[in-house]
């Protein structure tokens, strides 16, 4: 009675290990990135995928590494870098903020692929910013002219509280 209870168990288990099988080897598709344009970006969103060229950066906020009599107070800090970045394509230009490794990447007349960017509100203009979640990559230089007259940065935007009835 033992062995016909032990077959039936395994008979069961047999579908549903042959379902997780199934399903580990199902390999996930991923989607293709979506490249907006620099015009279309607007204030509070994230998510966006570009291609834009670097026309100018300048260091913000150059901080070295502490002293040892800091680094023995407070192990914990690091060196700070941020440049902001004049970027653009040929739809628009807007600001970046570039902080630490990204400087080192945004240099005037290079092209770069930003993934995963957010738009920061910063006194009433936006600045786009890349968190740890996204990326920066340098890529061969692309054949379109930046549009400068354009600046998305120099647009001021104020948030409006609605009361409601």
């Not at 399903?23 to 344009?37: D, G």
Request: aromatic share 4%; hydrophobic share 40%.
């Amino acid at each position: 009675m033992s062995t016909t209870t032990e077959t039936k168990t395994q008979q069961k288990q047999a579908p549903k290990q042959q379902e997780e099988a199934a399903a580990a080897a199902k390999v996930v598709e991923k989607r293709k990135p979506v490249f907006a344009k620099v015009d279309q970006l607007r204030p509070g969103t994230n998510g966006h995928n570009l291609i834009v060229k670097v026309l100018k950066s300048d260091t913000v906020l150059p901080k070295t590494r502490p002293t040892t009599a800091t680094a023995t107070a407070s192990p914990n800090l690091r060196s700070t870098r941020i440049a902001e970045c004049l970027i653009g394509d040929d739809t628009a230009t807007v600001l970046f903020t570039a902080r630490n490794d990204q400087v080192d990447l945004m240099k005037p007349d290079t092209t770069v692929i930003i993934r995963n960017a957010k738009i920061d509100m910063f006194r009433g203009n936006m600045r786009l910013a890349v968190d740890k979640w996204g990326r920066i990559e340098v890529t061969e230089p692309a054949d379109f002219v930046v549009k400068e007259g354009n600046d998305m940065s120099l647009i001021e935007y104020e948030l409006v509280k609605l009361v409601e009835e």
